[in-house]
């Protein structure tokens, strides 16, 4: 696995654990780790979803999305989750979220992103506006092709 660090991310969300995240051996179950992604994910593309006829006309949805666990985690902690866009395609924009807490990393998710028309119900081309709005947040430009 490549050396991610929390400098490597301009967009970070502070996430709590919570009772409920546990699992029978005490530790953050493995599938809240998904729910950090998307809450780390959601919060970096709010701006996007404020606009008329997102989710409606156009908007994104998630095609896949994978887990790294690095390291046990236990409750209470206060998370930090970065979040990026690796890189930009056609349709579609490749994600990573690192998860660390304090300054430990102790998962990293990556995910592909389609941007879809919801009316045609298939995938679409990422807006300019939208690879630009990215362009602009991202410490370590994405890969474009």
């Known amino acids: 696995m490549e050396n991610i660090q929390l400098s490597d991310f301009a967009h970070i969300v502070r996430i709590p654990t919570r009772w409920s995240d546990l699992d029978a051996l005490g530790h953050v179950n493995n599938a809240k780790f998904f729910t950090f992604d998307e809450d780390a994910r959601l919060s970096y593309f709010k701006e996007q979803m404020d606009k008329p006829g997102f989710w409606k006309e156009q908007g994104m949805i998630l095609a896949n999305i994978s887990c790294d666990f690095i390291a046990q985690l236990h409750h209470p902690a206060d998370l930090q989750a970065g979040f990026r866009v690796v890189s930009i395609g056609r349709s ?28 045609n119900q298939k995938s679409m081309a990422v807006p300019e506006d939208v690879r630009q709005w990215i362009r602009a947040r991202e410490k370590i430009a994405p890969i474009e092709g």
Not at 100 to 110: E, I, P
Request: charged letters at 10%.
């Open 92 to 119: 579609s924009l490749k994600t990573m979220a690192g998860i660390f807490n304090g300054s430990t990393l102790v998962a990293a998710t990556r995910a592909t992103i389609v941007w879809f028309d919801y009316n």
